[in-house]
């Protein structure tokens, strides 16, 4: 497809489980970011990766999080050992090249662990 | 000197009356500044950017006014409508770092 492509659309997990995210971004496009967002709040950032170069991770809240990007396209965000605070939508933006910088996002994976 | 400060956090029009949200931002490389608009159950999308070199960029019925001394940064919608309401947030970056969002603000346009 054109856009950024995020799976699951939704997924409720039990407390203390693990899950993954994906996320596959539009082609050629070298940046890739996750947010989270919580019902009524703002974009958290959590990771950025920039081509091949050291991803930012300053934004993960704690090592249960942790995100790879296969090859510089697909990525996939795990959190492990889920908690109910982890509950929210986490959204995917991939980046154009400059001088856009355009974010353009995927429509998110919305978490619930029960 | 990362971050990006908006204001308001929320915001109420009528219908055809003028919505401001401000951000004002620290790095001073900072070269790009775009503003966002989320509805809900949507991602955020690109709504309107603007490039220091100019004070003012305007798209419809949505305008960017810059000031670089002052470090800040406006989004002016002009007959707001209610159609208009969402989320908006403003962001900033260098031309090799990661883009910084602000804090979001909910517009609500009544009919």
């Known amino acids: 497809g054109a856009g950024v492509s995020q799976s699951p659309s939704n997924k409720v997990t039990e407390k203390g489980k693990d899950v993954e995210l994906r996320c596959d971004p539009i082609s050629g496009h070298t940046a890739l970011y996750w947010y989270r967002q919580s019902l009524g709040q703002g974009l958290e950032f959590l990771i950025y990766f920039q081509g091949n170069s050291a991803p930012d991770k300053s934004g993960l809240p704690s090592d249960r999080f942790s995100a790879e990007r296969t090859g510089g396209s697909v990525s996939t965000l795990t959190i492990q050992r889920t908690q109910q605070e982890d509950s929210a939508v986490y959204l995917c933006?991939?980046?154009?090249?400059?001088?856009?910088?355009?974010?353009?996002f995927g429509e998110g994976s919305r978490l619930t662990v029960l | 000197q990362q971050q990006v400060k908006q204001s308001p956090q929320s915001l109420i029009v009528q219908k055809g009356g003028i919505s401001i949200i401000n951000c004002a931002y620290e790095n001073t490389a900072f070269d790009y500044f775009p503003w966002y608009q989320q509805f809900p159950g949507k991602g955020p999308a690109l709504l309107i950017a603007i490039r220091p070199d100019v004070s003012e960029k305007k798209e419809g019925r949505f305008t960017i006014s810059f000031n670089k001394s002052a470090k800040q940064f406006s989004l002016h919608i002009m007959d707001s409508q209610p159609g208009d309401s969402a989320t908006y947030f403003c962001a900033s970056s260098s031309n090799t770092g990661k883009l910084i969002f602000g804090q979001g603000t909910t517009l609500q346009v009544k009919p």
């Open positions: 933006a991939s980046q154009g090249v400059r001088p856009s910088g355009e974010l353009f």
